[in-house]
């Protein structure tokens, strides 16, 4: 079963008319796009953990590279969690708001066994555990990049303004005047 489902864009066409024909939950359906949900989201977080790395190396060819690899994920993300709806949609097809309303994995323990809502609910708690360690170490590198061009910005605002010949701090005002009097680039060796 999972061979054929590897083979196909969307998951939900493993299991055409099935809900119609009474036939019994699809739960190898939602295992399967959770479980590569988990697999998608436990790589992500390498890729975040590889990104801090080469924020704290300022690695720019690498950032580049995982950047691309984040949306790259982000896609399947988001793909799967499309399909998930699908799938949770034709289950509640009965509730007519049901196709422009976001539904949870909760609303489907009516249609589930004790046994399938049990392993639903391990499957779902470990990909909620995934995404808010998803969150918190992506806010983590954001606030370190900010940060860090921040340091970065200071030293050229300092560079830049010491060659401008600006004050920085407290300047004295006949120090300023003398220094624009001498010319910068004639070396005062003799």
């Given at each position: ?9 969307d998951?939900?066409?493993?299991w055409?008319?099935?809900l ?5 939950f699809?739960?190898?359906?939602i295992l ?8 998608i989201?436990t ?6 953990e ?7 190396h300022?690695?720019?060819?690498t950032?580049?590279s995982?950047?691309r ?5 982000l ?8 399909s998930?709806?699908e799938?949770?949609r034709?289950?509640v ?5 049901s ?12 249609f ?5 809502t049990?392993?639903v609910?391990k499957?779902r708690?470990q ?5 808010e360690?998803?969150?918190?170490n992506?806010?983590?590198n954001k606030r ?7 340091y970065?910005n ?5 560079i830049?303004?010491?060659?401008s010949g600006e ?5 004295r005002?006949?120090?300023?005047q003398k220094r624009?009097?001498i ?5 005062r060796?003799?």
């Amino acid at each position: 079963m999972n061979a054929q489902l590897a083979t196909r864009n969307d998951p939900t066409e493993a299991w055409p008319g099935l809900l119609q024909n009474d036939q019994s939950f699809p739960l190898p359906l939602i295992l399967d796009i959770l479980k590569r949900q988990i697999a998608i989201s436990t790589g992500f977080l390498a890729i975040l953990e590889a990104e801090r790395n080469a924020l704290v190396h300022m690695d720019v060819p690498t950032l580049i590279s995982l950047t691309r690899q984040k949306e790259n994920e982000l896609a399947k993300i988001a793909q799967l969690d499309h399909s998930l709806q699908e799938v949770a949609r034709r289950i509640v097809a009965a509730d007519a708001g049901s196709h422009h309303k976001t539904i949870k994995l909760a609303e489907l323990i009516p249609f589930m066994t004790r046994e399938q809502t049990l392993t639903v609910k391990k499957y779902r708690d470990q990909l909620a555990e995934l995404r808010e360690k998803i969150s918190s170490n992506n806010l983590i590198n954001k606030r370190f990049a900010s940060d860090t061009l921040g340091y970065i910005n200071d030293a050229i605002s300092l560079i830049c303004g010491e060659i401008s010949g600006e004050p920085l701090y407290s300047g004295r005002p006949g120090r300023q005047q003398k220094r624009s009097a001498i010319p910068s680039l004639v070396s005062r060796e003799v």
